[in-house]
């Protein structure tokens, strides 16, 4: 395989923000590719631009909101037909702004017991289970200290 034959992955960021035990999901447009599945909020990583930065930027241009970013939560190599995905989902922290939907069919907030009711993108399912065990081991933790 030469050089030009080797294609690099799409860099992209996904934001994890949960809220009272539920978890951001958005809709993508009917007309985009994967449209009409659920993902984790995000996007593209522009030449030049940090993760952080293209997180901020994502969430502002779709959704109207304001997010800091904490730390990884997961990383995500996943092959489509069409080609490779890199996402790096992020801890996020909704600061300010109201959710409008300017490049998203839809939104939800969403308990991990509720995960399987949404068709959800195959690349974000790592970012799904990763969710899954987290809160899984914090109800151990709570009912051992019961």
Not at 42 to 59: Q, V, Y
Not at 83 to 98: H, K
Not at 100 to 127: K, M, N, R, S, T
């Amino acid at each position: 395989m030469s050089l030009k034959q080797l294609k690099l992955p799409v860099a992209v960021c996904a934001a994890v923000i949960e809220k009272n035990g539920r978890y951001l999901l958005t809709k993508r447009p009917a007309d985009k590719k994967l449209g009409g599945f659920w993902e984790f909020p995000g996007g593209k990583i522009d030449p030049g631009e940090s993760p952080h930065a293209a997180l901020k930027r994502e969430l502002r241009e779709e959704l109207s909101i304001e997010i800091s970013v904490r730390s990884v939560l997961e990383t995500v190599y996943h092959h489509y037909e069409w080609g490779n995905v890199l996402i790096l989902a992020y801890l996020c922290r909704w600061e300010s702004g109201t959710i409008e939907h300017l490049e998203v069919a839809d939104h939800a907030w969403v308990g991990p017991q509720d995960f399987g009711a949404y068709d959800i993108l195959a690349a974000d399912q790592p970012i799904l289970e990763k969710i899954q065990q987290s809160n899984s081991k914090n109800r151990q933790r709570t009912l051992a200290d019961e």
